[in-house]
């Protein structure tokens, strides 16, 4: 049986790989000069390939429950062992976070072309699939070529990163089959704040908690390492809150972000090492008063913040209201957002292919018999930390078995 991958990306040479154990004559037809261009890119260059704390609730989808029987056919320990059986020793961070032992991604992409070419799986490259038609029983992918297979698997992934290959044409060609797509938009992606100061205080980074609400409701609450840009924030909870914001964003919701930018104090315990501090240095200038507690850069963005038009006032004239304004500022910063990053920035796309057309167990087309889905397309993403890539390693692995079974 001649079966088509339409996108080498994660999902796609795990399909082939799964396809061409069960003995199906395997081609994938990758747009890219190259195979898995975004495995190299993910994980900061390591490729956080999974993660020991999987579970359900690290998923986003408007019909989550489909997602789950490919989750558990390839679940985390299938996904260990499948990539130990390859030679990836994993490495666990103290979070849980999976990587390669080798902290290489390189790694991870090698030990799959590998595989797909020691099961004589092929690789078309440079190959961008504009089209697919089914005639009776078999599909032509129309491309630089018409090249005919029985079955295909798309897996040209969402919108996110498109320089990494994913534009989102993997959506047209299953809508050309009656597929509907929840309207995309970017998951894991820095966002845009209101604030006239952010040039001033970018590159500024500190361990912090972020809360998210829409109005008055808190939507989701991170803690971790935050980066001020020159158009508001970033940073691993940045992202992570960010499919909600923006979520609330489309929902044309007021949405703020309250930051702590000294999770480990209380207020009562920064009043009393400001007190102690300020009583030190009464006789320097508010402004001098704060260098060597925070970053020197945001010392008269804090202080305008609190409510301080003149930074000379002497730190010895602070009272106990004037220093729980600066501290009320250091603890629950808020902040509108006003958007977020493009598609160019983001690592993930929430929304894509309705799962309630696709038969859940197979990941096969209800609408088409023989079209498969896999990945990033569906209307499925994760959380940061390895969720991601472990749909597609589950989603891909599913649809490649069902897909040869003849
Ligand atoms: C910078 C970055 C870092 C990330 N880090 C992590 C991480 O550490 N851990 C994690 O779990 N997730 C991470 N992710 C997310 C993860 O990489 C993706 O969710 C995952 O790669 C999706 O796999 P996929 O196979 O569905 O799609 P993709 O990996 O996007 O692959 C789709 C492939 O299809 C090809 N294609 C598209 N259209 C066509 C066409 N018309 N014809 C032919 N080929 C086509 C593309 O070129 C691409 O190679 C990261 C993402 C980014 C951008």
Same mark, same amino acid.
């Given at each position: 049986?001649?079966?088509? %991958?339409?996108?080498?990306?994660?999902?796609?040479?795990?399909?082939?790989?799964?396809?061409?154990?069960?003995?199906?004559?395997?081609?994938?037809?990758?747009?890219?000069?190259?195979?898995?261009?975004?495995?190299? =890119?993910?994980?900061?260059?390591?490729?956080?390939?999974?993660?020991?704390?999987?579970?359900?609730?690290?998923?986003?989808?408007?019909?989550?429950?489909?997602?789950?029987? =490919?989750?558990? &056919?390839?679940?985390?320990?299938?996904?260990?062992?499948?990539?130990?059986?390859?030679?990836?020793?994993? *490495?666990?961070?103290?979070?849980?976070?999976?990587?390669?032992?080798?902290?290489?991604?390189?790694?991870?992409? $090698?030990?799959?072309?590998?595989?797909?070419?020691?099961?004589?799986?092929?690789?078309?490259? $440079?190959?961008?699939?504009?089209?697919?038609?089914?005639?009776?029983?078999? +599909?032509?992918?129309? @491309?630089?070529?018409?090249?005919?297979?029985?079955? %295909?698997?798309?897996?040209?992934?969402?919108?996110?990163?498109?320089?990494?290959?994913?534009?989102?044409?993997? *959506?047209?060609?299953?809508?050309? &089959?009656?597929?509907?797509?929840?309207?995309?938009?970017?998951?894991?992606?820095?966002?845009?704040?209101?604030?006239?100061? &952010?040039?001033?205080?970018? @590159?500024?980074?500190?361990?912090?908690?972020?809360?998210?609400?829409?109005?008055?409701?808190?939507?989701?609450?991170?803690?971790?390492?935050?980066?001020?840009?020159?158009?508001?924030?970033?940073?691993?909870?940045?992202?992570?809150?960010?499919?909600?914001?923006?979520?609330?964003?489309?929902?044309?919701?007021?949405?703020?972000?309250?930051? /702590?930018?000294?999770?480990?104090?209380?207020?009562?315990?920064?009043?009393?090492?400001?007190? /102690?501090?300020?009583?030190?240095?009464?006789?320097?200038?508010?402004?001098? #008063?704060?260098?060597?507690?925070?970053?020197?850069?945001?010392?008269?963005?804090?202080?305008?913040?609190?409510? +301080?038009?003149?930074?000379?006032?002497?730190? #010895?004239?602070?009272?106990?209201?004037?220093?729980?304004?600066?501290?009320?500022?250091?603890?629950?910063?808020?902040?509108?957002?006003?958007?977020?990053?493009?598609?160019?920035? =983001?690592?993930?796309?929430? @929304?894509?292919?309705?799962?309630?057309?696709?038969?859940?167990?197979?990941?096969?087309?209800?609408?088409?018999?023989?079209?498969?889905?896999?990945?990033?397309?569906? $209307? %499925? /993403?994760? $959380?940061?930390?390895?969720?991601?890539?472990?749909?597609?390693?589950?989603? @891909?692995?599913?649809?490649?078995? &069902?897909?040869?079974?003849?």
């Amino acid at each position: 049986m001649k079966i088509a %991958v339409i996108g080498g990306g994660a999902s796609g040479l795990t399909a082939a790989i799964a396809a061409a154990k069960n003995g199906a004559e395997v081609t994938i037809y990758e747009k890219m000069n190259r195979v898995g261009k975004k495995i190299l =890119a993910t994980g900061n260059g390591r490729c956080n390939y999974t993660n020991m704390n999987l579970s359900f609730e690290c998923y986003h989808s408007n019909n989550l429950k489909l997602a789950e029987t =490919a989750l558990n &056919f390839f679940d985390l320990n299938k996904t260990l062992t499948f990539f130990e059986d390859l030679g990836i020793h994993p *490495y666990v961070d103290e979070s849980g976070k999976v990587y390669p032992n080798s902290l290489q991604a390189s790694s991870i992409l $090698d030990v799959l072309r590998y595989e797909a070419s020691r099961l004589k799986v092929e690789e078309k490259t $440079d190959f961008n699939v504009t089209g697919l038609r089914k005639n009776k029983d078999k +599909f032509s992918i129309i @491309g630089n070529d018409t090249i005919t297979a029985d079955r %295909v698997i798309l897996s040209t992934g969402g919108k996110a990163s498109p320089q990494l290959g994913s534009d989102g044409r993997g *959506y047209e060609i299953a809508k050309s &089959f009656g597929h509907e797509i929840i309207e995309p938009y970017p998951a894991l992606v820095q966002l845009k704040l209101s604030g006239r100061y &952010f040039k001033r205080i970018a @590159g500024i980074r500190f361990d912090g908690i972020v809360k998210a609400c829409a109005g008055e409701n808190l939507i989701r609450e991170e803690e971790g390492e935050i980066l001020f840009t020159d158009y508001g924030v970033s940073g691993p909870p940045i992202l992570q809150i960010s499919r909600k914001v923006i979520g609330e964003l489309n929902n044309k919701n007021k949405t703020y972000l309250f930051i /702590d930018m000294f999770p480990n104090y209380s207020k009562s315990e920064l009043y009393d090492i400001l007190q /102690d501090r300020f009583r030190r240095v009464g006789y320097k200038t508010m402004e001098d #008063g704060m260098i060597g507690f925070i970053n020197k850069k945001l010392i008269p963005v804090i202080l305008y913040e609190a409510g +301080f038009g003149d930074l000379n006032k002497q730190c #010895g004239n602070l009272n106990k209201k004037d220093i729980y304004k600066i501290i009320d500022i250091l603890k629950e910063w808020r902040f509108e957002v006003t958007g977020y990053n493009s598609w160019s920035q =983001a690592q993930s796309t929430a @929304g894509g292919v309705k799962l309630s057309q696709v038969n859940p167990k197979t990941l096969e087309s209800l609408k088409v018999k023989g079209l498969y889905f896999a990945g990033e397309i569906l $209307d %499925v /993403d994760g $959380d940061c930390g390895g969720f991601n890539l472990q749909w597609a390693w589950s989603s @891909g692995y599913t649809a490649g078995y &069902f897909c040869s079974i003849i």
